[in-house]
């Protein structure tokens, strides 16, 4: 009996133990991801984006205009070691990649009488930080997903997107004023720009 026990207890400890290596390697490979590339130009969409650093989730946004009858809701995801590097200097590092995953909203769902749940994704975008393939507006570029697919396209660089994150970023050309878990460290280190609401 006590030789069965012990063995239970070893396999259990053994399970435990690669459970464990699995998920730090997880942790690791989300921490050092890079951008990755289809034909030099398509973004390919990070497969485990949902398990980076979530910064925020706005709903029914909108920089003109109202919004519709069923506002989407906007979540924002970033790849953790550019997450850590903010947190250390106020700014973004090359190869920061930010996601904006854009689901539908609904309303009675289930049991919810009231307010708004979110549904299927309707498209991503993503906004990287990579040297080696934007030489200009700070190494940024944007990448638009239609909604399910892998590689994203880029953006022109006359698209709105550009001149508009350049001149109402609050950090680095970036939201940061819509990220409040980093709004307070962008300011510690100085790097934070106030954008009023015109």
């Known amino acids: ?34 951008p990755q590339y289809s034909n030099g130009t398509h973004l390919v969409l990070p497969k485990d984006y949902r398990q980076w650093v979530f910064l925020s989730s706005g709903i029914g ?5 109202t919004p ?16 850590q590097e903010f947190l ?18 609904e309303s009675k769902v289930s049991i919810n009488k009231a307010g708004r749940v979110q549904s299927n994704v309707q498209a991503i975008e993503a906004h990287v930080k990579d040297s080696s393939h934007s030489t200009d507006s700070g190494g940024w570029a944007f990448y638009g997903f239609p909604a399910g697919g892998a590689l994203g396209r880029p953006f022109e660089k006359t698209a709105d997107c550009f001149s508009c ?4 970023g609050a950090t680095d050309t970036t939201f940061v004023q819509f990220y409040p878990t980093l709004v307070e460290a962008a300011k ?7 954008t009023e609401h015109k």
Not at 68 to 83: R, S, T
Not at 188 to 194: I, K, L, P, S
Request: aromatic fraction near 10%; include cysteine.
């Open 88 to 105: 250390k200097t106020g700014t973004w590092p090359d190869k920061t990649i930010l996601l904006l995953e854009i689901r539908k909203s």
């Open 1 to 34: 009996m006590k030789r069965s026990s012990l063995y239970g207890m070893g396999c259990v400890t053994g399970l435990v133990i690669v459970l464990f290596a699995r998920s730090a390697a997880t942790a690791q490979d989300s921490a050092q991801y890079t």
């Open 188 to 194: 510690a280190h100085g790097t934070y720009n106030e």
């Open 61 to 65: 946004m909108t920089y003109s205009g």
């Open 165 to 168: 994150h350049q001149q109402n």
């Open 68 to 83: 519709g009858e069923n506002p989407p809701f906007e979540n924002v995801f970033v790849n953790a070691a550019a997450h």
